[in-house]
């Protein structure tokens, strides 16, 4: 099975590093075509704006769109920006792969950043897992059809629908791989 992984901005080698510890094929997303014969997209943090911006230039943004009508997408913290359907706070054009609102920096600059267990409630039970939150959004709104999946304090901070994952904190900078293979299950269920 092969993942593609954008890789334009951000941290997108620790997920095909994720993906390589579980035994799949990662492949780095720079192009449309790089998107042939994965399963299943990553969209990783960096800066939404300039993602945005790079996806439309490359002639990515439509595409994408079009890939996740048969093919599941996960977002994390800029990710789940760009899959979100209506962002607040300096806003950018988002997707719209999943209807959720996000409000950009909700918890404040770059010296708000922090690391806190959040508890991950895809399954019957409860785990704890590290959330590592940089320059965070918030979910500020759950649309129907969205399973909010993941929780810190009250804030909900991982959400699900058909074919979108979308997380608000990195787990490619956590040890646990739990949430990266949720996706990989996600992807062959
Ligand atoms: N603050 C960034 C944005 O709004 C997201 C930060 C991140 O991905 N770590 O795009």
Redesign the pocket.
Known sequence: MKIGVLALQ?DFYLHQKMLDRLGVEAAAVKTPQDLQGCRGLIIP?????TLVKLLKHIKLYEQIRVFNRDHPIFGT???A?LVSSQVSNHPVEPLGLIDIAVE??AYGTQIDSFIDRIDFRAGDESVAVEGVF????KIIRVGEGVRSIAFHKNDVVMVESERVLAATF?PELSESMVIHEYFLNKISG
């Open positions: 951000g943090g960096g800066e939404s704006t913290c800029a990710g920006i950009r920096n940089i320059r965070a959004p990195h």
